[in-house]
């Protein structure tokens, strides 16, 4: 990666990142409901594929596994992205030489790119989102 693609990569990295630790830090604080942030579910009606993964990310960093995969299964994959993205930049950033992040990423769009894969990945994704539609989320 070139110096100002990657500067641009890291800041737009860095701001989501620091929103996603903000977000989890005072979205549910002092309310006894979750805040109604899915717009599709406020439209529709219906939850989405990512609704409750919020809740489910705070079940997780409360040592509540079985509630974490009740609510979302994804907020599993969203809080190992979120330490993931998190470690690889603060390295990236304290120990220059290497492009770890850009390396990580570069990888994951090799394997999304590829067919199977990607069939995979939607078939899970709507799996998620038929789950979310049954259990009334």
């Not at 989501?16 to 599709?40: D, E, K, M």
């Not at 609704?51 to 190992?80: E, F, K, Y």
Request: proline share 6%; hydrophobic share 45%.
């Amino acid at each position: 990666m070139t110096a100002k693609p990657r500067t641009y990569w890291y800041t737009l990295l860095a701001l989501t990142a620091i929103y996603g630790w903000l977000w989890l830090q005072f979205s549910n604080r002092g309310h006894h409901r979750p805040l109604p942030v899915c717009i599709i579910k406020n439209i529709t009606g219906y939850p989405c594929p990512s609704c409750g993964t919020t809740r489910g990310v705070m079940a997780l960093l409360h040592g509540q596994w079985a509630t974490a995969l009740w609510l979302n299964p994804l907020s599993i994959v969203a809080i190992i992205t979120l330490i993931t993205t998190t470690l690889l930049f603060t390295l990236d950033t304290f120990l220059p030489g290497r492009d770890r992040l850009g390396q990580t990423w570069n990888q994951l769009e090799t394997q999304l790119r590829k067919p199977a894969v990607l069939i995979i990945f939607g078939l899970l994704i709507t799996s998620n989102w038929i789950w979310n539609i049954l259990k009334a989320l």
